[in-house]
C-alpha cells in the first residue's frame, strides 16, 4: 500500500491522472520538506564494488560505506542505481528484489513515492542473461537506422518488464580520436551519422517507455592525445558544428528525455558546472525539458579531480546552478552537504525546486505516482532476457556491420578449402564483446556464473561450415611471447587460405586493450599480434586479415600483401555466425566504414572531417590520408551508378535557395551475378566559406538492396538548412555561394558531382532547423542479364 501525505485522507492532487504532469508535480512540490525534495535528487548504489575492479572512473575512491538502508530511504529517494547491472543475479529473482526494495521505499516515503530505476544499455540491457548486441560503432557499420531502432526497441521492453525505467544510452559522442578507448562506444565519426543513428536509437528505447539518455554532453570525445577525462582543447565552432548535431537530433527526432553531462572540461570550464551548456543552451535555447542526470561521481569530481569547489558542498552548489538535477550513481554531495548548504543559505532552495520539479515530473510521466502503480509486473515468473527475436535482431544487425575492405577474389571462401585459423581472438567469446556488454563490463569480476548467454567463436561458426580447419592462437592478444608464431606459421603454410583473425580485448580502466580508460599510445595492433601478421603473411599463403576490434588500427604498406580485409567492431553474442556467415558467402557483406582506417601508427590521429589543411598537402612531411576512407566498404557483387541529375527546381537546376530544398537523383544498377546492398552516400563539397569547413561531409545515406540486374532511382531531398555551419559571428548560417553535392561509394571514392550555387541572402538558423535530408527509393524494372 502507498502512504499518503499527511492530513490530505483520500485527496492527493499529485495521483489524479486528469492533471498534467505539471499539475501534479506543482501540488506536491510545496507540501516537501527540504530532505524529501533533496531525496528524490540522488540514487543510491546498493552493492557497488570498491575493491578498484570497479566499472566507474574512480569508483574505489568515491563508494564509501552507505548508511543504514532504512536511513537511506527514510526521506524516500530518486533512483535506484544498477540492481541488475552491477552483480550477476537471475533476472526473475533481481526483479522480486527490485520489487522489494521499491515496496520499502514507498512505505517509507510519507508520499509513497517510487524511485526511478536506471541501468546501462550501450550493447543491450547490462544484465546477466541478457541479449549482447554489436557495440555502437557497429551501429554506424550497418548505416542501418531502422534496425538500430528495432534493436533498441527490444532492449527497452526486457528492461520495462524487469521494472526498470531509464537506460543510459545512446553515447553521442563523435570519434575525434582513434586512441581515445571509447572509440567503440561511438557510433563514428560523422555528426549526420552519430545524429540519425542515435536519433533512431532513442525511439526505439523511448517507445518502450524507457527514458533515453544522451551522453555525454558534450565535447568528451575531443581529449588532448585521446585520454580518458583528459581536457578538451576544443573552439565552440567545432563544438556546434561536429559535437552538438548529434544531441540535437536526438532531443528533436528522437523525443530523449534525459541528458548526462560529460566528465569534459572544455577551454578550462568543466561541463558538470557549465551553466552556459547545461542550462542556457540545452533548456533556454533548445527548449529541453527532461531531466539532466550528473554520470557517475561527476559532482564530487569537480572538488578532487578539476578542483573548481573548495568541498563537497561547493560541488553541489556549482552542479546544481550549472543544471545537473539528478546526482548519480550514489549519494553523496546532493546528499546532506547540500541539505546543510541550502540551510545556510549558500544554496538558494529555488535551485533544489527547480530540479525536483522536473525529477517529479518525469516520474509522473513514466506512471510512477499513478493509482494503479504495482512494483512487480504480472508475468515476472516468465521474464526471459534473451529470446529468439532478440537474437534475431543481434544477428542481423551483426551482418550488417561486418566490412569488407579489401578482397583480390579470396572471398567467399569454398567451402572444400584447407583453411587455417590463425591469431588469438579467432577462439575467444570475449573478442565479440565491447566493454559496456555485462559479461566485460561485471561478468568479469564474477567468473564463476558463467558468460550468462551463448556466445559461439569465430572458430565455432567456421568449424561448422568449413571441415577443413585447423586453428593455432599464433600468439596472445597482449604481451610479448612470440613462441606461438611458428606453430601458426606452419599451419598457414601447409593450408590453402589462411584467416587470420586480430585484434583488442574490451575492458574498463586499463585492464583492456579497447573500452573506458583503455586509450592506445598510438594505433599498432596490440602485443605482438603486427609480427604475427607479418610471418603469416611472408607464407605467401592467400591471408584474409579479419580485424576484430573496438578501434581502427593503422593498416600500412605491410598489410597490402593481404588477399582480403575484413573488419568487425565488437559484433556482440552473435557476431561469430555473421562473420563465419560473410566469410563463405552465405552472407554478402554490405557494412561501410564508420571511422576511416588510418594508414600510418603515429602522428596525431584524424577524421575525415578535415579542411584542406589537414589533408596531404606540400608544406608537411606527413600525409594523413587513410588506408580506407569514411564509408568504405566492398561486396560480393559489383555496382553501377549513373545519370546524377538536379530533379528540383526545374526552371534553374542550379540555384539552389538558401531557404529552399533541393532534389538530386541517381540511377545505381546491381550489374553483378548475386543480390547485394549498396551504401548510397551523398556529401557536401563547399569550395570557399567565410570559416574552413571540411572538404567533404556526409548529409545523407541510405541501404539499397537490389537483385541482379535490379536497377533503382536514389533521390535525396537537401534542405539548404543542413548545408549550415558556425559562421564568423558564432551564429550559424546559410551562407550563399557555390557548392557541391557528390554522390559517393565513400568520402573518397565519388561516382557523381553536382556543381549548385546557393542563392539568396545569408540567413541565420538556429535549433528548429531541418536536420534531415530525405530519401526515396524508386525500383525500376528488372534489366536481364547478359548471356
Not at 507540501?31 to 570497479?54: H, P, R
Not at 533515453?212 to 581529449?223: C, D, E, N, R, W
Not at 573478442?431 to 561485471?442: E, R
Request: with cysteine; charged share 20%.
Amino acid at each position: 500500500m502507498r502512504s499518503q501525505s499527511l492530513g490530505d485522507g483520500d485527496a492527493a492532487p499529485w495521483r489524479d491522472q486528469r492533471l498534467s504532469p505539471t499539475e501534479r508535480a506543482e501540488a506536491l512540490l510545496p507540501k516537501m520538506s527540504l530532505e524529501e525534495k533533496i531525496a528524490q535528487l540522488v540514487g543510491v548504489w546498493v552493492g557497488a564494488e570498491a575493491s578498484g575492479e570497479g566499472v566507474a572512473p574512480h569508483q574505489s575512491d568515491m563508494i564509501s560505506d552507505l548508511p543504514p538502508w532504512s536511513t537511506v530511504i527514510r526521506y524516500g529517494l530518486g533512483q535506484l542505481t544498477r540492481p541488475f547491472g552491477t552483480a550477476p543475479v537471475d533476472p526473475v529473482l533481481g526483479a522480486r528484489s527490485l520489487a522489494a526494495s521499491q515496496a520499502q521505499i514507498v512505505a517509507a516515503s510519507r508520499f509513497g513515492i517510487p524511485a526511478q530505476v536506471h541501468e546501462e544499455c550501450l550493447t543491450g540491457f547490462a544484465a546477466w542473461r541478457a541479449t549482447v548486441y554489436p557495440t555502437p560503432l557497429s551501429w554506424g557499420a550497418s548505416f542501418d537506422p531502422e534496425l538500430v531502432e528495432a534493436m533498441a526497441d527490444r532492449i527497452g521492453r526486457s528492461m520495462r518488464a524487469a521494472g526498470v525505467h531509464q537506460g543510459l544510452a545512446p553515447v553521442l559522442d563523435v570519434t575525434r580520436d582513434y586512441r581515445w578507448g571509447r572509440t567503440e562506444e561511438t557510433i563514428g565519426e560523422d555528426p549526420y551519422l552519430v545524429g540519425t543513428t542515435g536519433a533512431a536509437y532513442v525511439r526505439g528505447l523511448e517507445r518502450a517507455g524507457v527514458v533515453a539518455t544522451l551522453k555525454h554532453f558534450a565535447g568528451y570525445s575531443a581529449s588532448r592525445g585521446g585520454r580518458n577525462l583528459a581536457p578538451v582543447p576544443m573552439g565552440r565552432r567545432e563544438l556546434a558544428d561536429v559535437i552538438l548535431p548529434p544531441f540535437e537530433m536526438a532531443l528533436r527526432l528522437g523525443g530523449a528525455r534525459s541528458v548526462m553531462n560529460s566528465y569534459a572540461e572544455i577551454d578550462g570550464l568543466p561541463v558538470a558546472a557549465d551553466r552556459g551548456l547545461l542550462t542556457g543552451l540545452l533548456r533556454a535555447e533548445w527548449g529541453f525539458t527532461g531531466t539532466v542526470v550528473a554520470d557517475y561521481f561527476a559532482v564530487r569530481f569537480l572538488q578532487t579531480l578539476h578542483r573548481v569547489a573548495e568541498d563537497s558542498a561547493d560541488a553541489a552548489r556549482l552542479a546544481l546552478r550549472a543544471g545537473i538535477d539528478v546526482e548519480l550513481p550514489t549519494v553523496d554531495a546532493f546528499g546532506e552537504p547540500l541539505v546543510e548548504a541550502v540551510r545556510r543559505g549558500e544554496v538558494d532552495e529555488a535551485l533544489v525546486d527547480c530540479a525536483l520539479r522536473r525529477v517529479l515530473i518525469q516520474k509522473i510521466e513514466l506512471g510512477l505516482l499513478d493509482e494503479g502503480w504495482q512494483e512487480l509486473p504480472d508475468d515476472v515468473a516468465s521474464l526471459r532476457l534473451d529470446d529468439e527475436a532478440s537474437q534475431d535482431v543481434a544477428v542481423r544487425l551483426a551482418r550488417e556491420s561486418v566490412v569488407l575492405l579489401r578482397n583480390t577474389g579470396v572471398l567467399p571462401l569454398p567451402v572444400a578449402t584447407r583453411v587455417a585459423l590463425v591469431g588469438p581472438v579467432a577462439d575467444d567469446p570475449m573478442a565479440m564483446l565491447g566493454c559496456y556488454s555485462f559479461p566485460n563490463h561485471v561478468g568479469v569480476n564474477h567468473s564463476d556464473f558463467g558468460l550468462g548467454v551463448d556466445i559461439p567463436t569465430l572458430r565455432d561458426e567456421l568449424t561448422r561450415r568449413v571441415p577443413l580447419l585447423t586453428h593455432e592462437p599464433g600468439c596472445a592478444i597482449t604481451g610479448e611471447d612470440t613462441s606461438g608464431i611458428p606453430a601458426a606459421v606452419a599451419a598457414a603454410t601447409a593450408a590453402d587460405v589462411c584467416v587470420l583473425a586480430v585484434g583488442d580485448r574490451a575492458g574498463m580502466f586499463g585492464r583492456g586493450t579497447s573500452g573506458e580508460g583503455c586509450d592506445a599510445v598510438d594505433l599498432r595492433l596490440p602485443g605482438v599480434q603486427a609480427d604475427l601478421v607479418r610471418a603469416v603473411l611472408a607464407t605467401g599463403t592467400p591471408v584474409v586479415l579479419v580485424l576484430m576490434t573496438g578501434r581502427p588500427y593503422a593498416l600500412g604498406p605491410e598489410f597490402d600483401a593481404a588477399a582480403a580485409v575484413v573488419q568487425a567492431f565488437f559484433l556482440g553474442q552473435l557476431g561469430g555466425q555473421a562473420l563465419a556467415e560473410v566469410l563463405t558467402g552465405e552472407v554478402n557483406p554490405s557494412g561501410r566504414l564508420p571511422v576511416s582506417v588510418p594508414r600510418d601508427a603515429g602522428g596525431l590521429p584524424s577524421t575525415y572531417l578535415a579542411p584542406p589543411l589537414g589533408r596531404r598537402n606540400k608544406v608537411s612531411s606527413v600525409d594523413p590520408t587513410p588506408a580506407y576512407p569514411f564509408g568504405h566498404g566492398l561486396s560480393y557483387t559489383t555496382f553501377e551508378w549513373s545519370d546524377a541529375t538536379v530533379v528540383e527546381p526545374r526552371d534553374d537546376p542550379a540555384a539552389w535557395p538558401v531557404d529552399g530544398e533541393v532534389r538530386v537523383r541517381i540511377t545505381v544498377t546491381n550489374s553483378g551475378e548475386r543480390a547485394g546492398t549498396e551504401v548510397v552516400q551523398l556529401y557536401l563539397h563547399d569550395p570557399v566559406a567565410q570559416t574552413t569547413r571540411p572538404v567533404v561531409r556526409l548529409i545523407g545515406y541510405t541501404r539499397l538492396p537490389l537483385a541482379p540486374g535490379e536497377v533503382a532511382y536514389v533521390t535525396f531531398g537537401v534542405p539548404a538548412d543542413v548545408a549550415s555551419f558556425t559562421g564568423l559571428t558564432g551564429e550559424r548560417i546559410v551562407e550563399p555561394g557555390d557548392v557541391e553535392l557528390r554522390f559517393g561509394r565513400s568520402s573518397g571514392d565519388v561516382a557523381a558531382a553536382l556543381p549548385l550555387r546557393l542563392v539568396g541572402t545569408e540567413r541565420q538558423v538556429g535549433y528548429e532547423r531541418e536536420l534531415l535530408t530525405s530519401v526515396r527509393i524508386e525500383p525500376l524494372v528488372a534489366v536481364p542479364q547478359s548471356a
